[in-house]
């Protein structure tokens, strides 16, 4: 702005020239404080004082006003304050009779005005994007920070995040901006609002606007909570009870004693005679396929493909002798053709069945003579 003065002054005579934001009518400065809004500077500040004369005045206003985007005046979006400026010229030296002229200039703020912005996400939700709006700067590059009002009222599960922390920003007075939330709730999250602030600051400087942002948490479906919770723990409750089922499938079923033997003779004289040492005298436990499964006891197979001994393979699979707990063994016969024998009655056949196994056991297929000592 260039300003023209003129009129008769001592020769040689010079002024000093300034302005002062005044403020609006009915008001004592309201733009004078920490955080000014608009700047008057003139240009130069002493002038020799000639017919006519020019003096440049530089009026600037900062991007952000909360003085302006709070106001009650204007529309309903656009918040408008009447400013006065107060230049000054006054005569100094040989040009103090000249006295004080003052040049009352009135102009008006224009700023979109600050409104509550609301967000909502729902319990379950993750990865969910809100906008949330505020007035825009004409030319600016701007920084975004958002903060809980009270950090301890908010749900640890719920996360509020600025989607970027800086925007090159530009338009018209009395626009809105916006900026992207990212928001996201556990699934149980507490249901109900939050406070958040929204700091809006020029990178160049001046003041700040502070936007408060509600985020409410909805509740979920019943499926979402308690229902993901009720199927988490189910889970982890079948894995825990399936991992103990297959734990105890290797290590619940039984086994013989290490002292265990299985000895194989062709004549009941000669059984009586194979001792430890001997190649038909075996411990049960150096034989690989006695050894107990998943859920499946140690067995020795009295023929068959599983046999103990590769002499009895050629014998059908139809007896065998299981392990049993506390060191305890079975014989388990499906089919007639054995036979065992005892001191007082001799050899006597052995009835299809489970048959108890005392200490030592004589057993008689065939040619085959066997014992087995537990």
Known sequence: LTLEYG?????????????????????????????PCLFCQATPTTVTLQDPFSIQLEVRATSFCPTVSTTVGGSEDVGELPVALDLTVKGIGAAEKVGERRLPITT??????IEPQAVSVTGGQTDQTATVAFPAPVNANVAFTLEPVDPNAVDERLSVALATSEQRLGGEPGQTATVDLK??????????????TLTVRDQAGGPALTIPVTVTVAKPSFWVCPGKQILKWTLVALAVGFLFWLVRGFTSPAKFGDAAVLARAESHEALSKVGEGDEDWRMIQSLETTKRGFYKPATVHLGGASAALPSLRGLPDDARIEARGHGNATLVVEAEGIETFRESTGWEPVPVGELPIGSNLVLRRDDTYLMFRR
Do not use: I, W
Request: charged fraction near 20%; hydrophobic fraction near 35%.
């Open 7 to 35: 009129g008769s002054f001592p020769e040689g005579s010079q002024a000093e020239v300034s302005c002062a934001v005044a403020g609006d009518a009915g008001s004592a400065n309201p733009m004078a404080g920490e955080l």
């Open 108 to 113: 008006k703020l224009r700023h979109a005005k």
């Open 183 to 196: 928001l996201s709730a556990g699934d149980c999250c507490t249901a109900g609002d939050y406070a958040y």
